[in-house]
């Protein structure tokens, strides 16, 4: 069953959306991923910065000149602040579309 099959198959039962398949350390989480993950499953989100640790320290003896993050911000996952701009007071003015008012 691909996902987009199991996604129809839950919205026809009237079921929630289930979220996306992937391991608990994957690299290409998306903030709300994240966040789903440390709120709902802190356990899991714990697994996952121990993993990120476990992972930089066992590449320091290696000839990598970088240290790996899971996170796009290159911040340690334990730091990362997963709340939206709107969280952080930003206004949304453009929730709706164009109603074609301001003449441009």
């Known amino acids: 069953m691909t996902r987009w099959a199991c996604l129809a198959w839950a919205a026809a039962k009237k079921m929630p959306e289930p979220p996306r398949s992937a391991c608990v350390f994957c690299p290409y989480h998306n903030n709300n991923e994240w966040r789903r993950l440390k709120e ?45 701009e709107e969280e952080r007071g930003q206004l949304n003015m453009f929730n709706n579309e164009c109603e074609g008012m301001c003449g441009v």
């Open 40 to 84: 709902f499953e802190p356990e899991e989100f714990a697994r996952a910065v121990d993993f990120e640790k476990r992972f930089q320290e066992a590449l320091k003896s290696t000839s990598l000149k970088g240290i790996p993050f899971l996170h796009r911000t290159l911040k340690p996952l334990s730091e990362v602040d997963f709340s939206t």
